[in-house]
């Protein structure tokens, strides 16, 4: 993972010198502000005051900014810091587990060219290791000042002194907290399953959840296993966790009974296989993996859809 350049070829704002580049900074920005949010819309948020604080300067105050794309970058980690300063309140008033946004994978967009300004935001943040759902949530774990270090430095590979002037540290302090929120990755991640491996679990797991056979779901659920759903108070779901693969695969059974007609897909979720459940064409339920030892071994099911709203019909593709 490697520290993306600019994109080049945006319309000037203002006809300014320079403009060009900064609107082309919005891709490096909307991938890390997601990253640190976990949430499309507010990285979108955070995005645009970041560009509405530039554009509020005196041109000349602008004009004299050496890197402009640096000036930005330091002031959205700073929203972001102040987003998530205050998502710990809003999590505590949130109903049930809280997850972040799965995003679908480009091809199966129906509309919006990458790179474009017209394109959805999320087309902007590239699909890579850091923004599936195993990463994400450990993310959360993390303070925002650990987030931030982190995130910076061993995503996108800036330099510890650019992220003090972010986060308000010392240099020092900043590479002692990437290491702390690098030792938590280490430790709450499950070890790493190939692609191929995890996407012939969930495929497995839609067959035999399609069959409404229990016994095969028992054998392909991790016996430790832990799914969590996240419904916002929109829509019924468990409020906890449900925890070891028997309890999982009865809850599993239940809902197929309780939905007739519902179609399950196999789709890349933020990058890794995954599970989208459609109810009359209109996505219900995405669902995120992690696999251990060839079984499930976590599970994540957003149904809050004001977190699907990437994969409504009109703008996912199956």
């Known amino acids: 993972m490697t520290r993306g350049a600019?994109?080049?070829g945006t319309a000037d704002v203002a006809g300014e010198p320079g403009a060009t580049d900064v609107a082309g900074e919005r891709r490096q920005l909307i991938g890390i502000a997601y990253r640190l949010l976990g949430s499309v819309a507010e990285a979108e948020d955070a995005v645009q005051e970041a560009y509405a604080r530039w554009y509020a300067q005196p041109r000349g105050r602008r004009e004299a900014v050496v890197s402009p794309g640096a000036w930005?970058?330091?002031v959205t980690g700073r929203i972001c810091l102040d987003v998530l300063g205050s998502a710990r309140a809003r999590r505590e008033r949130y109903v049930g587990a809280w997850l972040p946004e799965p995003l679908p994978d480009h091809g199966e967009w129906a509309g919006g060219g990458r790179g474009t300004d017209t394109a959805d935001p999320a087309d902007r943040i590239a699909l890579d290791e850091s923004v599936t759902m195993a990463f994400l949530v450990v993310l959360e774990s993390m303070t925002p000042a650990e987030r931030v270090a982190f995130v910076l430095h061993d995503v996108f590979r800036y330099s510890f002194p650019?992220?003090?002037g972010i986060v308000g540290r010392t240099p020092g302090a900043c590479r002692e907290l990437a290491s702390s929120a690098r030792r938590r990755m280490r430790a709450e991640r499950a070890p790493a399953t190939s692609t191929a491996g995890r996407a012939k679990v969930v495929r497995h797991v839609k067959e035999a959840w399609e069959a409404?056979?229990?016994?095969?779901?028992?054998?392909l659920l991790d016996p430790?296993?832990?799914m969590t759903a996240d419904g916002g108070g929109l829509v019924g779901t468990v409020l906890r966790p449900v925890e070891g693969g028997a309890r999982?695969?009865?809850y599993?059974?239940?809902i197929a009974d309780r939905a007739p007609g519902l179609r399950l897909l196999e789709c890349s979720v933020a990058g890794a296989p995954g599970l989208v459940?459609?109810?009359?064409?209109v996505t219900a339920t995405v669902a995120a993996f992690d696999a251990l030892d060839g079984r499930a071994h976590r599970i994540w099911v957003v149904r809050n859809p004001e977190k699907l709203r990437l994969w409504t019909p009109g703008r996912f593709r199956p």
């Not at 056979?213 to 054998?219: K, Q």
């Not at 459940?277 to 064409?281: F, I, K, L, V």
């Open 6 to 8: 600019p994109e080049r």
């Open 72 to 74: 930005l970058t330091t």
């Open 162 to 164: 650019e992220i003090a």
């Open 212 to 219: 409404k056979d229990i016994t095969a779901l028992v054998g």
């Open 224 to 226: 430790d296993a832990v």
């Open 248 to 250: 999982i695969a009865q």
């Open 252 to 254: 599993m059974i239940a």
């Open 277 to 281: 459940a459609q109810y009359e064409g």
